[in-house]
């Protein structure tokens, strides 16, 4: 009994280290897919955000031999375990376009590889995966790795998908002839800002001190040039990596109506009732006293982008032109660049009750004019160029050449067919005015 006894133990031992070997050999040849973890390095100065991650930690996928690993990256969300959107012919890479392009590279050596992104939203949680993609049609994904944002300034951007789109009065219907005849132009991908400037932000890139009364207001009171000013010292702050600019006329209109999400030609960006979209003079402060609000507040568009009706009035880089759409040839990526569309840019306004009118200061206006291609003579004669405070005289006319100023401000009327349409375009600010209305939204320049 005992030698059976034992003989039964010696033999279920042998099952026992067998089972055991063959466990560790399955072990040696199917562990987990990804073995290492992905780092995440945040530059809270520029927005950009790096992931790294090792080719070599996908080794166990390719044990085999027979498949080959033809592409890599990451993968970026804001939901855990982010997976490369199937419907995204155009930019595989895009977290639904709101992350734009993602820059990949291979760093330190060959087998570990870098992806970044500069268009993230600041002090947003979000997820990062490494991927590759195998020569059998297969991808493999490593861990999702969380990460945070947390810019102090943070430039918060929203990628456009360019393409065609009519701009200009063709459902509308307003009573504002330089609006037609509507176009059918072609705009290439451009980035644009989520909200007007903040005072705060302004403050943060300008040392100015703008913002002790509503630090989230969009900063108002500031002219062209001053627009021009900040957008070029944006670009200084990010060390020449991203570069900044006004939105032409063309990209303003096209990011207010959608771009390619929306479908439907709303008279207001992202409404047809404005009381969603847009603070004005019946609704951004008590009966009479219309004042203006904090950035973000109303519902977005179908872009994600805010406040492009109502609020602030916001520049653009075009000059204005009574017959530019008329005229104009120009369908892809147009630009009115040159002094206003012949004579009949020029504008004039008489102040029958007199008045005063603010300026930049001329020094500097002048100083950004040379620079863009006028000449002194050129900018006296457009412009009143006499101090930062000019007295107008009653039924004094003032004539000047506008610059294009797109959206309405929170004290216009709350009408259908006026100010507020997403294609009025106002002509009534030359480049060195500083109107409390009006204040800067901004784009990007992809490569």
């Known amino acids: 009994m005992c030698c059976k006894t034992l003989k039964y133990l010696q033999f279920s ?76 012919l155009r930019n595989p890479f895009n977290d639904f376009n709101d992350l734009g392009p993602v820059a990949k590279e291979i760093a330190v050596d060959t087998f570990q590889f870098r992806s970044r992104v500069l268009r993230l939203m600041g002090n947003t949680g979000y997820y990062v995966r ?22 102090e300034s943070y430039v918060d951007m929203v990628f456009v998908e360019g393409g ?45 001190n703008r913002s002790e009364d509503c630090p989230l207001c969009p900063v108002t009171s500031i002219s062209w040039i001053e627009a021009k000013l900040f957008v ?4 200084k702050r ?22 390619q999400k929306e479908p439907q030609r709303y008279v207001f960006s992202g409404s047809e009732n404005i009381e969603e979209v847009g ?12 004042t203006i609000r904090e950035i973000g507040l109303l519902k977005a568009n179908d872009l994600g982008i805010h406040d492009m009706t109502g609020n602030a009035i916001e520049w653009c880089e075009d000059w204005w032109g009574r017959e530019y759409y008329k005229k104009h040839r120009r369908e892809r990526n147009p630009l009115n660049g040159g002094i206003g569309f012949g004579t009949k840019s020029k504008n004039t306004f008489t102040f029958e009750n007199g008045g005063i009118i603010r300026y930049f ?28 405070v000019r007295i107008v005289p009653v039924n ?33 600010h030359e480049i060195n005015v500083q109107d409390y209305r009006i204040g800067i939204r901004f784009v990007e320049i992809l490569e």
């Not at 973890?37 to 520029?46: P, R």
């Open 396 to 428: 004094t006319t003032v004539e000047f050449y506008p610059k294009v100023c797109r959206s309405c401000s929170f004290e216009e009327p709350n009408d259908f067919n006026r100010f507020c349409r997403t294609s009025n375009r106002s002509p009534r």
């Open 13 to 88: 031992l042998v099952l026992i280290a067998l089972f055991s070997l063959h466990a560790c050999q399955k072990l040696e040849f199917t562990p987990d897919p990804f073995l290492g973890e992905t780092s995440v390095v945040v530059d809270e100065k520029t927005g950009q955000v790096w992931a790294s991650s090792f080719l070599d930690d996908f080794d166990p996928v390719l044990a085999s031999g027979e498949l080959e690993i033809i592409e890599h990256g990451h993968v970026w969300g804001r939901e855990f375990d982010p997976v490369i959107p199937e419907q995204s």
């Open 238 to 259: 990010f060390r020449g990596e991203r570069v900044f600019d006004l939105p032409t006329e063309a990209q303003w209109e096209y990011a207010a109506r959608g771009g």
């Open 232 to 235: 070029r010292e944006l670009t």
């Open 361 to 388: 200061d001329p020094e500097v206006t002048l100083q950004v004019l040379e620079e863009i291609g006028f000449t002194s003579t050129d900018a006296n004669r457009f412009f009143y160029l006499d101090g930062e």
């Open 130 to 151: 490494p991927y590759i993609k195998l020569s059998n049609g297969g991808i493999t994904y490593g861990k999702s790795v969380p990460f945070t944002t947390n810019f």
């Open 279 to 290: 603070w004005h003079l019946g609704n951004s402060g008590p009966l009479g006293f219309a």
């Open 164 to 208: 065609y789109r009519v701009l200009g009065d063709s459902l509308e219907f307003g009573d504002d002839f330089d609006e037609r005849p509507a176009k059918r132009i072609f705009l290439d991908d451009f980035v644009i800002s989520r909200y007007e400037v903040s005072r705060a932000f302004y403050d943060a890139v300008m040392n100015t």
